[in-house]
């Protein structure tokens, strides 16, 4: 089952806009990562927020978690017709054996007009 | 330093037949995990092993099964193959630190007609 439901599910936006996703889960988590993936190939991390940070940057990335209302955003500024991708959040709940699973929501798809 | 590669890329298999889907982890990684990805959906978790053993499995029926060997290196094998197992396979591995991302492969396009 998918925990993560990223917001839209779709999003155009022009070359030089800021592009905001959204992502909602529903458990508690240890942490938050969103990833990149170009049509249909792998995915590419993009950024780590643990449960107890609040604000993450990494250059044109910022990401955001509110672990009360169980959300998490993700701003790319500036874009540019590269960053055109589908973007995924991934939450990550560390079980009592350690092992590291990353549960994935559906994704947003980004495009960037040039 | 190569990073998570897959084998084959593409293939294309009929219903009921056997398949396997190699993968070697990025250099210094010890934990492979395997992701099921249905077009338009995200990735879905089928397992993950480390130190040869499975630790923890996605919700796969005992068709999905894996192994993974000395070198840290994996194989995902699906038995009797029905027409919804056409997705994309992607594997990744990783560190055994907990808080480290996952490094992916292109994956592997499985099709059953």
């Known amino acids: 089952s998918q925990q993560g439901e990223e917001d839209p599910q779709a999003l155009s936006i022009q070359e030089g806009e800021n592009a905001t996703m959204n992502c909602s889960y529903k458990?508690?988590?240890?942490?938050l990562q969103w990833y990149r993936q170009n049509s249909g190939r792998g995915l590419v991390h993009l950024i780590l927020?643990?449960?107890?940070?609040r604000e993450k940057h990494s250059g044109r990335l910022r990401v955001t978690l509110d672990t009360s209302k169980k959300s998490s955003s993700l701003l790319i500024t500036a874009s540019r017709a590269a960053d055109t991708a589908s973007y995924f959040c991934?939450?990550?709940?560390?079980?009592?054996?350690?092992?590291?699973?990353?549960?994935f929501g559906k994704g947003t798809k980004l495009s960037v007009i040039p | 330093d190569a990073g998570v590669t897959q084998s084959p890329t593409h293939l294309i298999k009929t219903r009921g037949q056997q398949v396997t889907l190699r993968c070697s982890p990025k250099?210094?990684?010890?934990?492979v995990s395997w992701y099921q990805q249905a077009l338009g959906q995200g990735p879905q978790f089928i397992f993950q092993?480390?130190?040869?053993?499975?630790?923890q499995r996605g919700n796969f029926p005992d068709r999905f099964s894996g192994h993974q060997f000395p070198n840290y290196s994996s194989e995902l094998n699906v038995n009797a193959l029905l027409l919804g197992d056409s997705a994309l396979y992607l594997c990744?591995?990783?560190?055994?630190?907990?808080?480290?991302?996952?490094?992916f492969g292109n994956g592997t396009r499985l099709t059953v007609t």
């Open positions: 990744a591995s990783s560190p055994t630190w907990k808080d480290s991302p996952l490094h």
């Open positions: 458990t508690s988590i240890n942490n």
């Open positions: 927020i643990r449960s107890n940070e």
């Open positions: 991934a939450t990550v709940l560390i079980s009592g054996a350690g092992s590291y699973q990353l549960t």
């Open positions: 250099s210094g990684h010890d934990t």
């Open positions: 092993y480390y130190e040869e053993e499975e630790r």
